[in-house]
């Protein structure tokens, strides 16, 4: 197990306190730790804490294009833009639960296949995540046995496990240096061409079939802007702006969501006692008939803790994306240089010791109060807080509960070990965190 820069990073918070520079390579990157800091930054400042830093595996791609990595009144444009795109197409309101709650069928179905044979959960789960963005933003589903799909989502996680691995972290220290060298790393940057052209040709199709101001899609929303805006020199939207930006909401909408599901159903296979009780709930509230919805999610305080407990614990983005100083900054003494480059240790403030007890332990009670209801925190922070707050972080919330109550609702999880032969430690932590490759049996309850 590889636990390389954040490991150091958290060591080095130890020894010199909440706020501190470090020099990845020859750049120079303030480091945030604990609670208070990253708040006192990202939510209190919020605005001089919005933009985004270098990071070098990506910009290769992007170059600093899409709404995931641009700047200033780009960034700004793209994502009031896409903002208002995606929640016509039912994205953070309760229109797109119909488009969950049909996935999670299809779901169901393809588990139930298995007939409680071992099986590794990773495909059919990215699937189902990434058919949702799938619909919104091409205007369609896949199969879960379409050959270009599958292609798609393997060079996703491909890429999310590079990027999270040894070999990520050093291009992203030493980028002019690893672009040279031969390594597992140049695979990264093929993967992301390969997304291109996928891109490239579903762009090219809304383009030969759409008509003009009816827009089936994302997609087609923002080539209707491209044509009110093709006479203004200054304008942001462009075809290279198009395909990284989708995929941005691709990666964003796939990878962290459905490794939040997968390490969940691990963390459910490591603790009975916490899937059993999670089980008993759902038979109280849904029942083992109806579809999940989301009002019953208030009415679950104990599988909604279970939930939050699972992604404090986990910390799929344990740095958050790298942020960076919108103008010259005094921050708790220290003067902060406009650009500043700022790592917002965000597996800290979830392991933070004033905030959760005994942070290290997985524990649903840290989101429950004495009375046994919900009890959220403001120290839950696994879609960064502030400006640049991750633009699907509404969708994954309904994406989470619907398809992991879905999934208990119909199946009980079944280890191939003893639960105290788990081992929950990410097989990567890096970019994100990645959990071990495991199987297990689902049995129909």
């Known amino acids: 197990c590889d636990l390389g820069q954040v490991t150091s990073l958290l060591w080095l918070s130890s020894r010199y306190g909440p706020v501190f520079t470090v020099y990845l390579g020859t750049r120079p990157c303030v480091v945030l730790n604990g609670y208070e800091a990253v708040r006192d930054a990202l939510v209190l400042q919020g605005d001089r804490f919005s933009g985004r830093g270098d990071l070098p595996v990506f910009h290769r791609f992007t170059r600093g294009n899409g709404i995931a990595f641009s700047n200033g009144e780009k960034w700004r444009v793209l994502r009031s833009f896409a903002l208002t795109s995606l929640k016509n197409f039912g994205v953070g309101r309760r229109s797109i639960e119909a488009r969950i709650q049909e996935e999670a069928r299809y779901l169901g179905r393809e588990l139930a296949k298995t ?112 044509d009110k805006e093709k006479q203004d020199p200054l304008t942001h939207f462009h075809r290279e702006t198009l395909v990284m930006t989708t995929h941005n909401l691709f990666f964003g909408g796939t990878e962290t969501t459905s490794t939040t599901l997968r390490s969940s159903l691990l963390l459910l296979l490591k603790y009975p006692d916490v899937a059993e009780r999670v089980y008993a709930e759902i038979d109280e509230v849904m029942g083992r008939t109806g579809a999940p919805r989301l009002d019953h999610r208030d009415r679950m305080p104990y599988t909604h803790a279970v939930l939050h407990e699972a992604q ?134």
Not at 373 to 386: C, E, L, Q, T, V
Request: with cysteine; proline share 9%; hydrophobic share 40%.
């Open 115 to 226: 007939d409680g044979a071992p099986f590794d959960p990773l495909n059919l789960i990215c699937n189902a995540v990434s058919n949702v963005i799938c619909a919104v933003v091409f205007g369609q589903r896949y199969g879960y046995d379409d050959g270009d799909f599958l292609t798609l989502l393997g060079l996703f996680n491909d890429n999310f496990r590079l990027m999270s691995s040894r070999c990520g972290e050093l291009y992203n220290i030493f980028p002019d240096l690893m672009r040279l060298l031969p390594g597992p790393h140049q695979r990264i940057f093929s993967n992301f061409e390969k997304l291109r052209v996928f891109i490239s040709e579903r762009i090219r199709w809304h383009q030969e079939t759409r008509r003009p101001g009816q827009p089936r899609d994302f997609i087609d929303c923002f080539l209707d802007q491209m």
């Open 312 to 445: 404090r614990f986990v910390s799929v983005l344990p740095t958050g994306l790298p942020r960076a100083l919108t103008r010259h900054t005094r921050f708790r003494g220290y003067f902060l240089p406009k650009g500043t480059n700022v790592i917002p240790l965000l597996v800290s403030v979830h392991r933070d010791p004033t905030q959760f007890k005994d942070p290290e332990t997985f524990n649903p009670g840290n989101f429950l109060d004495e009375k046994g209801a919900f009890r959220n925190s403001d120290a839950f922070m696994p879609f960064a807080p502030g400006k640049r707050i991750c633009l699907g972080a509404g969708l994954a919330r309904m994406e989470i509960f619907l398809f992991f109550t879905s999934i208990l609702q119909r199946f009980r999880l079944c280890p191939l070990v003893p639960p105290e032969a788990i081992d929950v430690t990410p097989q990567y932590t890096g970019l994100g965190n990645v959990p071990p490759p495991y199987k297990l049996r689902m049995v129909a309850r």
